[in-house]
């Protein structure tokens, strides 16, 4: 029951999206906004403090994504390819 908390209230912090449905917005000062899933269909956008780019669990994730897309991102964002479940649990983590 903690671990479904932990992941509502992360969705909730991370500004989680409905599949499909994509913001042209940009993310407010202090935030990045980035694109998360394994599927070109199934991308969701989230909205991560600045400060993530320095953890190195979420290095880990940059490192993906610079190995699959290098500087083109199919999104036109910075798009990180993993599970989402992976990407809540690792941002949970780094918000605690």
Partial sequence: MALVRSLFSAKKILGGSLVGIRKETSAPKGFLAVYVGE?????????????????????VLLSKAEEEFGFDHPTGGL????????????????HS
């Fill in 39 to 59: 599927s070109q269909e199934k991308k969701q956008r989230y909205v991560v403090p600045v400060s993530y780019l320095s953890q190195p669990s979420f290095q």
């Fill in 79 to 94: 798009t990180i390819p993993c599970p989402v479940d992976t990407f809540i649990s690792i941002t949970s983590q780094l």
